[in-house]
């Protein structure tokens, strides 16, 4: 008896950014389908997919994914493969419960890994401005009251920290929260 379908969300970073790097989200959709991933949903331009997999291993659907996707479109994509339990998780976690109101003051980075000590600090040290972070595993929250686009120290947060990752606001963490336990009550 094989394993049943777990549900993912893959966070794919710096796709359809500034006009570049374009995918159309019908074509990343069957792309999931060809690599046999199914109930198959995405989410804003930005390269969020929800699916099913009988596969447990987000590393191994990650490289699976990063690899196929250079060679379908040309270029690499840093993707993170997350599960909704991980999604949860964050939702759960949140230290910023007080500001989620404001969806759009608040983001969270999917880190490739959970940031050292040392590097936390290094980027606490270049946090002067009104903006606010947490670090929680694998996860970096940031408060940003005037807006990220505004926020020098979100600018800093990649070359500063490290850690690879890729950003959303709360108000796409919550959507796809929702899409993936939808998925979930499917199965």
Known sequence: MSDPDRVFVALFSGINVGGNRI????????????????????????????FTSSESDTATLTKRIEAAFEKRWGFPSRVM?????????????????????????????????????AEVARLAQKCTGPERFEVRGDCLYLYAPDGVGKSVFANLIPRVLGVPGTARNWRSVTALLKLATGAAGGK
């Open 23 to 50: 995918v159309k989200m019908a074509e990343l959709r069957s792309f999931f389908e060809d690599l046999g991933l199914s109930d198959v949903a995405t989410y804003m331009q930005s390269g969020n997919v929800v």
């Open 81 to 117: 493969v997350r599960d909704l339990e991980w999604f949860e998780r964050l939702v759960d976690e949140n230290p910023f419960a007080d500001v989620a109101a404001d969806p759009t003051k608040l983001h969270v980075h999917a880190l490739e890994r959970e940031p050292t000590v």
